[in-house]
């Protein structure tokens, strides 16, 4: 049985800086991209950063750019997203999903509609 389930969120002001958790289980991880995306109350949820299987392709929305980092750890099924220098504007519901790892580019990876599992999202609010 697949399972996603995403930790690490809360509540920190402008500028600070959070750690968001997936552990992964039921299914081969290295076999698998892993997706963050986000949803903001009455938006679409959006594609924020993803890792292949292989860790040596990431791909990011240029609005985290520069501030979130994507990595993954094989050891423990893990993927994490590393979440700097925060604005009230990344504050939402972050989840993590996954998706047979393919050689395809980022914006492949920047659709929803590709991925076969999610988690159960992670609030993250910011405030100004």
């Known amino acids: 049985q697949v399972q996603l389930v995403e930790s690490g969120g809360g509540m920190v002001q402008t500028g600070g800086s959070l750690r968001l958790s997936c552990a992964a289980s039921?299914?081969?991880?290295?076999?698998?991209?892993m997706g963050w995306f986000r949803q903001a109350p009455g938006k679409e949820r959006e594609f924020v950063a993803v890792?292949?299987?292989?860790?040596?392709?990431?791909y990011y929305v240029d609005s985290v750019k520069g501030r979130f980092t994507i990595s993954r750890d094989g050891a423990k099924n893990t993927v994490f997203l590393q979440m700097n220098s925060l604005k009230p504007e990344d504050t939402a519901v972050y989840y993590c999903?996954?998706?047979?790892?393919?050689?395809?580019?980022?914006?492949?990876?920047?659709?929803?509609?590709?991925?076969?599992?999610w988690g159960q999202g992670t609030q993250v609010t910011v405030s100004s």
């Open positions: 890792i292949r299987g292989s860790k040596d392709f990431t």
């Open positions: 999903a996954a998706v047979l790892d393919r050689p395809y580019s980022g914006s492949y990876y920047s659709s929803r509609s590709v991925y076969s599992y």
């Open positions: 039921g299914f081969t991880f290295s076999s698998y991209a």
